[in-house]
Structures are given as C-alpha cells and as structure tokens.
C-alpha cells in the first residue's frame, strides 16, 4: 500500500467516525443550523492527516485503530474549528476552503463562530467520555496534552502572533526566529500532539515519548514549510484555496526570507530528523516515516 493509500483508508474511517458525531454522537442534539455549520466545518475533504499520527502512533504500542478512533476525531474537531474560525472574515477572510466556500461564506459570521466554538468544545467531551478510554488517568492526560497544544501557549497563541504580525505596526519585520516560533506554536503544536496522545494511548515509556515528540516537532516544522511552499507555488485546482494568499496579506514566511531552495533543504533535514526519532521503532514506524515524507513533498 502506498501512503497515499493508507491515508485514504484511514480518512474513510475517521469520516465514519466524524460524521457519527451528529448522528449518535454527543452533536445529535444541537440546534439544526448549528449542526449543519458544523458538519460543514468538519466533513467533506480534508486529508486527516492528525487523525492518522494518532492512529499510527497508538499502533507503534499495540493499541488497536478502534480504540484511538475517538481520540483521533477529538484532535480533528479541534483543527477543523481553528480551520473555520481561521478563514472568518476577521482573520484570514478566506472564502475557499477544501475547494468549497468557507463556513462563514456558506453560512454566516456568527453561525461560523458558533460552529468553530461547538467543535471546540466537542473535541473535549470526547476525550473526557468513559467510552474514549476507560482510565481515567489516560483521559486526562489526553485533555491536558490537546488544551495545551491548542491553547493561548499552543494553536491560540500562534495564531494571535501571527495575526499581530500581520495586522499591527512593527518597527521591523519578523525574524526567522519569530516566524518558527509562530509556526511552531499555530501549527506544529497540534500536530506534534497527536503524535503524542498516540503513545499516550499506548501507555507508551518516556523514552519512547521523548522520541515521539521529536518525530511530532520535526513533523509539525516540515508540514508548515510545506504549507509556505504551497502557498506560494501550489496549484490552486489541487490545494483547493486561493494562490499566493500569505503573500497577499503581506504575511512574513520562510518562504520569502529564505526562498523556495533553502526551504527545500531544510524539509530534506527535517525529514532525517523524523528517520532518526524513529529509528528505535525499526520496521513498526514504516507508515509514520512515509507520513514524513508525504509531509515534506505534498502537494495539497
Ligand atoms: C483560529 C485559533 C485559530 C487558529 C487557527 C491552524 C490555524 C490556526 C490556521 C490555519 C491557517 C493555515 C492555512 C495554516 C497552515 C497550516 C495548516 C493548518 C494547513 C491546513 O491543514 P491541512 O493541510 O488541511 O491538514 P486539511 O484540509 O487537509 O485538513
């Protein structure tokens, strides 16, 4: 099976999962607009990519797929509400997401808020059902390990660093060392813990947590130079969004700073690093290595 594959194999599965949500699920009951804005947020595209890391990473310690498929969905609804809340005409102002308009453009501003905030909250209750895991000291360490990632000194806090970049008045652009930190924070953190949440899962020994954050970091480092790369290069009738946006917006990238052939090479370091993380799993990790390297020569 080519990673191409088993990504999509996977996005079947989470889908199920994810679309399960408003039918059993703790979102059956919210108010129908509110549900549709959700769905719309959640379902129909995106490559669920963290869902794998979690899934993978669990595998890596013996846990089944069927007993990380919950935790996975709980790390997609955080990022497809960062996604909806991302795209509100107050932030990035997008219209196009996944090749489809944005929840706000679909619905309106306050329904795409909402909806950003109910998929927020889920992702909570989730981790916190008995259903999830049956320990409670796994669950919460799962809660713990998503609200940092995605909060004021995670996925929040990037992207408030970035908006403020962008948005207010400096004395001199970003340094490379900003724009890392930004990008570590608003994208790497959450994909860094869903690697982690994974061996968390999987009860996984420090060291092996050690190795994982240091496959997850490198990961989240690359898939955000990729996602530069893409920006500026990428073929809009294949990322589904608009071309050259950052650039448009008058964000800062390594991509400007450094130009597309030193982004290159630093993804072909980044991806060593995530060999090296990995080494000590052997031939276990196959699918989380392809994952680095899907990561680091997307091209949507
Ligand atoms: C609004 C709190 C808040 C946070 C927003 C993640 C984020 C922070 C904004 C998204 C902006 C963006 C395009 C960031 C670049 C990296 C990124 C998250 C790309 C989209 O992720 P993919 O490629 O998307 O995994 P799919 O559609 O496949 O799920």
Request: charged residues 25%; glycine residues 8%; negative net charge.
């Amino acid at each position: 099976m080519t990673f191409a594959q088993t990504l999509a194999a996977r996005a079947e599965q989470i889908d199920a999962r994810l679309a399960n949500l408003f039918v059993a699920g703790p979102a059956a009951a919210s108010p129908a607009r509110l549900r549709d804005a959700m769905r719309h947020a959640l379902l129909g595209g995106g490559k669920r990519l963290r869902p794998l890391l979690v899934l993978e990473t669990a595998k890596l310690f013996n846990v089944a797929a069927e007993d990380a498929l919950a935790t996975a969905s709980a790390v997609e609804c955080i990022h497809c509400y960062s996604l909806a809340h991302d795209d509100l005409p107050a932030m990035d102002n997008d219209e196009i997401r996944r090749g489809r308009p944005t929840v706000w453009k679909a619905f309106d501003e306050w329904t795409a808020v909402l909806a950003g905030d109910g998929l927020l909250t889920l992702a909570f209750e989730i981790l916190a059902d008995p259903a999830t895991n049956p320990d409670p000291v796994v669950r919460s360490e799962l809660v713990l390990l998503l609200a940092s990632a995605s909060g004021a000194a995670g996925m929040v806090g990037g992207q408030a660093l970035d908006l403020a970049w962008e948005k207010l008045d400096h004395n001199a652009p970003p340094t490379p060392e900003d724009i890392r930190q930004l990008q570590s924070m608003k994208t790497g953190a959450l994909i860094s813990c869903a690697c982690e949440m994974g061996a968390v899962l999987g009860r996984a020994n420090e060291d092996a947590r050690r190795a994982i954050r240091a496959y997850g970091s490198a990961l989240g480092y690359a898939f955000q130079i990729a996602d530069d790369l893409l920006d500026a290069e990428g073929d809009p009738a294949i990322t589904g969004k608009a071309v050259a946006k950052d650039k448009a917006l008058g964000k800062a990238t390594l991509v400007d700073l450094w130009g597309p052939q030193r982004c290159r090479d630093v993804l072909a370091e980044l991806q060593a690093d995530c060999r090296n993380a990995l080494a000590p799993f052997g031939a276990s990790a196959t699918t989380l290595l392809a994952a680095a390297e899907f990561v680091a020569t997307r091209d949507r």
